[in-house]
């Protein structure tokens, strides 16, 4: 019996393409952009009232170039609801940008561009579809476009983004099937294959073993998608274009379950690039929204990816012909040792207590092209959630003109730049501390002159003022007031007669340099803030709106905050944009050690007191 969160089954995914394919009306040039659960909202923490379950399902159909989507009741087998979506453009599946290549590596004037270039067999060559934005161009107004980048794969094999073809992009109707045009700003030579990943005969030999046991196994218990661990409780989930989400997170306080959020997820990411010439501004990745995380998701190797005694929880993503497509060991689940906890020493008799810190891991890894991407969470005892991405991969190659000094990025190999660019993450949080009615506060800190009250200048002023509206709470980060962000429960007080919160507590940051009236600018508003609180509406799930492929703008975050809705003692959702500022350096060629980023959700005044005193020291090894 499957929980009302649970991901779709094989099962169920079969079920809502045939229903969608029977009784919709579409053609057979349609396939599937999403299938993936229909979520139902139910009481934060409690048994869900039972209703069947559904999946929501979103279609291309290609021979009428529109979106469609709508509902399937999986236990009735019957579609619930249909409707066309006027005037936007699903995402780009990866069987999609596999045809793409295709269409172009048929076409005579892409062959001729390349033997120019002196190349010759094109199955060196790696073409990728990328979304193509929109950049008000007449001609790719409407039509289905992506925007193309090339490669030549270096001669190891395992490089597919080895040598760059600098200045030749494609431009190819998907709906079509045709290469509108070649934008070819002329050739640049081929860098010399500097790509090779694997050093072969030259691995050190001076690391020994390092082991982690767990005699009595992990310390958390696991009922299909439902996760116990450390007083912590916390639902699993996936969804196609997100990739990992999480539901349900509360915490057991001395036996009573207290929610904290209902749903926490990266909802949308843009990684714009600063290189203004030629077809390197066509570059810019919303990830999520333009080709979905959670079809990317790696299937991942215990020992290499995930170190210890690991859970894994497999997903069941799909194909566009609506086809399962099961994903072994997507989700991994395993117990850190992270250091100290806490620790105080008695300066009179020298007794010391200290107490280890551990933290449950729930990850996923997405491989988009060159990139990839780790999404982790991290849970700890003492209350905290710790939300971080790992970039990894291979950083955006870009061959050089000899002699040629880059001016917007580095040169990272013999020939080759990779331009400065930002990867811009929206992570959603619907809350629900200690329940659904929360309200939004900010907290800064202020000096004053040395005079009346502050004889020695030494006064730190402690603000803290609601956000008493959407609009009020579109707030950046502030490094002269140490600001940073509260959600809180003003019905429920903790033994100060203070509401009980959880404070945002933000880390590597930077503001984006897109020009606000940039076409890419203008798809995501979101990325100008980096906190935002709506009032929680089941549609607005995405930053960047339903459909940023392609789109002029007009729709997300920085649209909805207009309506300016009130946030005392509503329901609550919290979004954080954290912004990955990245001029790739040598040393992240020819594959970039991770970089990572990160920020944390915790307890303040949440508890009475440090929820931790009760971990148990260790024994003395
Ligand atoms: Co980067």
Sequence with gaps: ???????????????????????????????????????????????????????????????????????????????????????????????????????????????????????????TVLVETWAAGNFGIPEEDGERIAYCHCWVINDAGDNRYGRPIANLHPVVDLCRREVIRIDDF??????????????????????????????????????????HWQKWQ?????????????????????????PIMRRASMAEMVVPYGDPGAGNVRRNAFDTGEYGVGAALDSLKLGCDC????????????DWTGAPKAIENAICMHEEDYGLLWKHTDAQSGKARAVRSRRLVISTIATIGNYVYGFFWYFYQDGNIGVEVKATGIPFPTALQPGETPEH??????????????????????????????????????????????????????????LTSEAAAAREMNLATARYWKVQNPSTLNKFGQPTAYKLAPGINALPFLDPQAPVAKRAGFMYKHFWATQ??????????????????????????????PLENEDVVVWYTMNLHHLPRPEDWPVQPVVYADFHWMPDGFFDENPALDVPPNKPA
């Design 1 to 123: 019996m499957n929980h009302a969160l649970d991901p779709l089954t094989a099962t169920e995914i079969d079920i809502a393409a045939r229903v969608t394919r029977e009784h919709s009306g579409i053609d057979d040039t349609a396939w599937f952009e999403t299938i993936t659960l229909d979520e139902p909202r139910q009481t934060i923490l409690r048994t869900p009232a039972p209703s069947n379950r559904c999946a929501y399902v979103c279609c291309y159909e290609r021979s009428s170039n529109r979106t469609l989507r709508g509902v399937v009741d999986l236990t009735a087998e019957a579609l619930l609801q249909w409707d066309h979506i006027e005037g936007v453009q699903a995402r780009i599946p990866s069987d999609e940008f596999a045809d793409g290549a295709r269409i172009i590596k048929d076409d005579p004037r892409f062959q001729a561009a390349c033997a120019e270039r002196g190349i010759d067999d094109l199955d």
């Design 307 to 318: 170190l210890g005694h690991i859970h894994y929880f497999d997903i069941c993503s799909h």
């Design 186 to 227: 002329g050739a640049v030579d081929l860098p010399p294959d500097t790509a090779a990943i694997r050093p072969v005969d030259n691995l050190r030999q001076d690391i020994k073993p390092l082991e982690i046991t767990q005699p009595e196994g992990p310390s958390f218990t696991v009922d299909g998608y439902g996760v």
């Design 409 to 466: 990025g580095t040169i990272i190999a013999p020939g080759i730049t990779s331009h400065v660019h930002q990867h811009v993450f929206s992570y959603r949080f619907d809350m629900a501390v200690d329940g659904d009615e929360n309200s939004v506060a900010e907290v800064e800190f202020a000096g004053a002159p040395m005079g009346d009250g502050n004889p020695y200048g030494n006064l730190i002023k402690i603000v803290e003022r609601p």
């Design 536 to 565: 929680f509406d089941r549609d607005q799930l995405y930053p960047a709106g339903w459909y940023p492929n392609q789109s002029k703008g007009g729709d997300g975050l920085s649209e909805w905050v207009q309506a300016d809705r």
């Design 234 to 258: 916390i639902r699993v989930g996936f969804n196609q274009r997100e990739g990992l989400v999480l539901h349900d997170i509360g915490y057991d306080d001395k036996g009573c379950l207290r």
